[in-house]
């Protein structure tokens, strides 16, 4: 299966502004576009340069970058190793009234537009340049699909926390809300592992894949002894 399905499947409530949150970050100017490809470039960089300095040569070159409206709000596509994102002014109204009643009753566009960008243009961009490096260390093809999302989640969690670990604040308090209110969709009995992996297609679209993701950030936020980025990435393997 190509690493594209593992995207994350319209979970923007979640990785991207579901609790309030008082972050505020500049205001983009009116070329919303050019400032998302400007930003994300920047971040591209500056991730695959410090993957190249920690990890073994990646056979593939640093993904392109492509400033689009996908279901997911981000998505790594190996078979044309470009990675999609979404922009604030790029979004369908439904996609931006996600954002509007996640920042809460009384939140200004701005908060819901802060919490767009930290989700997206932080947490989401570089769980998909983990996928970026997964391919670049031969992870193409997987049934343990609860392995590679747990993947990227480590791959992300280890970045933020050496470069910006309020970025893991933030999204720990969205995740932990996650667990907290939503029901546990694994049956009584099962291994959240494997049911994950047997239901994988069928949790794509669904709510209950979201509670997945949130468990899996969080697991990756506890791990104890924090491990360093360079580690990360060098324990992925096929
Ligand atoms: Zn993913």
């Known amino acids: 299966m190509k690493l594209q399905r593992f995207r994350i499947l319209a979970e923007i409530a979640i990785w991207c502004g579901c609790a309030t949150s008082g972050f505020s970050q500049a205001t983009p100017g009116a070329d919303d576009v050019a400032y998302t490809t400007t930003k994300m470039t920047a ?46 002014t790029l979004l369908k109204d439904e996609e931006r009234n996600l954002f509007l009643r996640g920042a809460g009753p009384s939140a200004t566009e701005d908060q819901a537009r802060a919490d767009f960008e930290m989700g997206v243009h932080h947490w989401v961009v570089v769980h998909e340049l983990g996928h970026w490096w997964q391919a670049c260390r031969g992870v193409t093809e997987s049934k343990d699909h609860y392995g590679v999302e747990y993947g990227a989640d480590r791959i992300a969690a280890a970045w933020w926390q050496e470069h910006d670990p309020s970025v893991i604040a933030r999204q720990r308090a969205v995740f932990a809300s996650i ?27 669904t709510r209950a894949y979201i509670w997945f993701q949130a468990r899996m950030c969080l697991a990756a936020f506890d791990e104890k002894p924090t491990p360093a980025f360079a580690q990360v990435l060098a324990q992925t393997k096929p």
Not at 68 to 80: I, K, L, N, Q, W
């Open 43 to 88: 971040l591209r960089d500056q991730f695959t340069q410090a993957a190249s300095r920690a990890g073994a040569p990646c056979r593939i070159a640093a993904p392109k970058l492509a400033v689009a409206d996908v279901p997911s709000f981000g998505s790594y596509d190996p078979d044309t190793n470009t990675l999609t994102v979404s922009a604030w």
């Open 179 to 205: 667990l907290e209110r939503w029901p546990n969709p694994v049956p009584q009995g099962q291994e959240v592992e494997a049911y994950f992996n047997d239901n994988y297609e069928k949790l794509g679209p």
